[in-house]
């Protein structure tokens, strides 16, 4: 099976600028991977915990760089269910006038 979150919104700090660590910004954050499903197990993965630990890990966190912001949402999530094939985008909308910016793990 694949799960697929996009268009995760909220706001955090997030940055390294004064105004990024003093303000929470806008961020976006998108997630795919893959598990296996067993339908005699029911072991399934629960979409809504995983937009849990993905937004409780980055508001908590305050990072700097949105490069340790998809660490530690790769090991919050890792922590907890056995995925595989992961992908995990953070983009920061509003940072910049003319273009979207963001990271990909």
């Known amino acids: 099976m694949k799960l697929f979150i996009h268009n995760l919104e909220f706001d955090a700090i997030l940055g390294v600028?004064?105004?990024?660590?003093?303000?929470?910004?806008?961020?976006?954050?998108?997630?795919e991977f893959r598990y296996n499903y067993d339908k005699q197990k029911k072991d399934y993965i629960d979409y809504a915990k995983v937009v849990q630990i993905i937004q409780d890990t980055i508001i908590s966190g305050k990072y700097k760089l949105i490069e340790e912001a998809l660490?530690?949402?790769?090991?919050?999530?890792?922590?907890?269910y056995v995925i595989k094939d992961l992908k995990l985008k953070i983009t920061k909308p509003n940072i910049m006038q003319d273009c979207k910016v963001g990271v990909e793990l």
Do not use: F, G, T, Y
């Not at 600028?17 to 997630?31: A, F, S, T, Y």
């Open 17 to 31: 600028l004064e105004h990024e660590r003093q303000n929470p910004q806008k961020i976006v954050v998108d997630v």
């Open 71 to 80: 660490i530690a949402c790769e090991l919050s999530i890792c922590a907890i």
